[in-house]
Antibody, heavy 115, light 112 residues
Framework: QVKLVESGGGLVKPGGSLRLSCAAS????????MTWVRQAPGKGLEWISH????????EYAGSVKGRFIISRDNSKNSVFLQMNTLKAEDTAVYYC????????WGQGILVTVSS | DIVMTQSPDSLAVSLGERATINCKSS????????????LGWFQQRPGQPPKMLFY???TRDSGVPDRFSASGSGTDFNLTINSLQAEDVAVYYC?????????FGPGTKLEI
């Protein structure tokens, strides 16, 4: 079955960096858009970035543009999110999501930005 | 950016009754070339990740009970849950994937 497993989250100080990874299985990873969606504590869902299957196209939400970088490695069925210059408002559960319509979701991983 | 709104913010429905949630987009998410609405619906139960219910506005995802239905086109969409069950307690989100940045509605909290 489809499985998406995020890793790399944790506590980081404001201004710091963190790299999230997501390992995918159970679907044709190299044919799918991959997306990161986040959810701040007690809040709704926020789409933050996606990457097309060939890595040619990437898009970002305005709130993270210039600070976050999405990438993927189709040989390892993995997608990554490099998060730089982190702010307190980046504190959230980050979900790895597969499919252009957000078909498949991971369990999410918590990123806390705090001094 | 396309802004998604949902109404109501929350609703309480009795077991066995019907719940209807509305979602509106600030611009059309209907792609005329293929006549598809780039609109999805998601259910998020407490403590769980979101789960897809519908894509293309009204195509039910695999395993979703048929008491869930969805309709609409252009900028106005509805999610209906018939014969409400206790397991349907969740927050429901609509989501447009018509144009980047893709956006979600603020969510509708459904309670019994």
């Amino acid at each position: 079955q489809v499985k998406l497993v995020e890793s790399g989250g944790g506590l980081v100080k404001p201004g710091g960096s963190l790299r999230l990874s997501c390992a995918a299985s159970g679907f044709s990873f190299s044919d799918q858009y991959m997306t990161w969606v986040r959810q701040a504590p007690g809040k709704g869902l926020e789409w933050i970035s996606h990457i097309n299957p060939s890595s040619v196209y990437t898009e970002y939400a305005g709130s993270v543009k210039g600070r976050f970088i999405i990438s993927r490695d189709n040989s390892k069925n993995s997608v990554f999110l490099q998060m730089n210059t982190l702010k307190a408002e980046d504190t959230a559960v980050y979900y790895c999501v597969g499919g252009v319509a957000a078909d498949y979701w991971g369990q999410g991983i918590l990123v806390t930005v705090s001094s | 950016d396309i802004v998604m709104t949902q109404s109501p913010d929350s609703l309480a429905v009795s077991l066995g009754e019907r719940a209807t949630i509305n979602c509106k987009s600030s611009q059309s998410v209907l792609y005329s070339s293929n006549n598809k609405n780039y609109l999805g619906w998601f259910q998020q139960r407490p403590g769980q990740p979101p789960k897809m219910l519908f894509y293309w506005a009204s195509t039910r995802d695999s395993g979703v009970p048929d008491r869930f239905s969805a309709s609409g086109s252009g900028t106005d969409f509805n999610l209906t849950i018939n014969s409400l069950q206790a397991e349907d307690v969740a927050v429901y989100y609509c989501h447009q994937y018509f144009t980047s940045p893709y956006t979600f509605g603020p969510g509708t909290k459904l309670e019994i």
